[in-house]
């Protein structure tokens, strides 16, 4: 089992709201991801890091902001939710280097209303 | 473009009895290949990953091979048991970045029926 998780698991909550999702491993990654899941959809990368101070957008464009002024821990901000932002949120961590396993948390989902 | 197709879409067999999940990529220039497997509601987790050398690996009753020549891969389960049932996600990594980026396909749900 990765050591790798994320709050809440479930979020239900009305449109216009801000909301952090929260992602902490104690792993000692360097690298880390979020990823969005819809339904049946395969995933994709919305943002990532290399390390602290560092974080990238990522393939799928999205409305939302990501932070790592920790190595354990990559919140992810949603500042006005909207119905379109409802999707499983994933986050991942990795060690540095294209063959390393990437460990994935248990996710949220977000429901907008 | 880098894609990974995957079939079936979906699958139902009877607990006890093996199956095979396909996969199929264009991911260039190739990496590495994963085998996930996603329980509903839950993260990935990784049962295999191979590199361009390795053309097969297991994990218990999991076997993933690999044929880099024609980019295709395929997971067989053998003696399937109930707690088999999940989506099984093949994912293609290049390595024509330092990200070493992932590729996902959409998965193959797999239902096992007692």
């Known amino acids: 089992e990765a050591d790798i998780y994320q709050t809440p698991r479930y979020l239900v909550i009305g449109t216009g709201k801000k909301i952090t999702l929260e992602c902490s491993q104690t792993?000692?990654?360097?690298?880390m991801y979020w990823y969005q899941q819809d339904p049946g959809m395969e995933l994709h990368l919305i943002h990532y890091s290399y390390g602290v101070n560092s974080t990238e957008k990522g393939d799928l464009s999205s409305e939302s902001t990501v932070s790592r002024i920790r190595t354990e821990h990559f919140p992810l901000t949603l500042e006005s939710a909207r119905p379109s932002h409802t999707s499983q949120y994933l986050c991942?961590?990795?060690?540095?280097?294209?063959?390393?396993?990437?460990?994935f948390g248990p996710g949220t989902r977000l429901t907008v209303t | 473009k880098n894609q990974v197709e995957q079939s079936p879409q979906s699958l139902i067999i009877l607990e006890g009895k093996n199956c095979t999940l396909q996969?199929?990529?264009?991911?260039?220039?190739?990496?590495?290949l994963r085998w996930y497997k996603q329980d509903t509601g839950r993260g990935p987790v990784s049962l295999t990953i191979?590199?361009?050398?390795?053309n097969t690996k297991s994990n218990g009753r999991y076997t993933a091979t690999l044929d880099a020549d024609t980019k295709q891969s395929s997971l067989h389960i053998t003696a399937s048991q109930l707690s088999d049932s999940a989506s099984y996600i093949c994912v293609v990594s290049d390595r024509g970045s330092t990200l070493g980026r992932l590729y996902f396909g959409r998965g193959t749900q797999l239902t096992v029926w007692p």
């Open positions: 991942a961590s990795s060690e540095t280097g294209t063959a390393y396993e990437q460990y």
């Open positions: 191979m590199t361009f050398s390795e």
């Open positions: 792993m000692g990654h360097d690298k």
């Open positions: 996969c199929n990529y264009t991911v260039s220039p190739f990496s590495n």
